[in-house]
């Protein structure tokens, strides 16, 4: 799951950030565009379609657990980070690099 492994980097930072002696409370949060992720990560239920889950997702459940992730949901027609990881459409290429400002010289 691309979410969990998106997780390193955030955690890592907030942990250097919490060496480095900076007060920072606030929880991590991750913008995701897949729904059913989140509610896997805030419902600890046991479904049984996920019954073999990896022990990433636990990982996952535990950081949402503690609050040191917040996860929010975004729609994927405004996820602008599949600028930089998916090949999109023209249409919503150009849409994804005007809301980021970018401009064509």
Not at 81 to 91: G, H, P
């Amino acid at each position: 799951m691309q979410l969990v492994q998106l997780l390193a980097k955030p955690l890592w930072l907030s942990s250097l950030i919490n060496k480095l002696k900076v007060p920072s409370d606030k929880a991590v949060e991750l913008i995701v565009d897949n729904k059913s992720a989140i509610d896997l990560a805030y419902n600890p239920v046991s479904h049984g379609r996920n019954k073999h889950i990896n022990t990433k997702f636990h990982f996952l459940r535990d950081q949402v657990s503690k609050c040191r992730i917040k996860l929010r949901h975004c729609r994927s027609e405004v996820q602008l980070v599949d600028i930089m990881t998916k090949s999109l459409k023209a249409e919503r290429f150009k849409e994804s690099r005007k809301l980021l400002n970018v401009v064509c010289l």
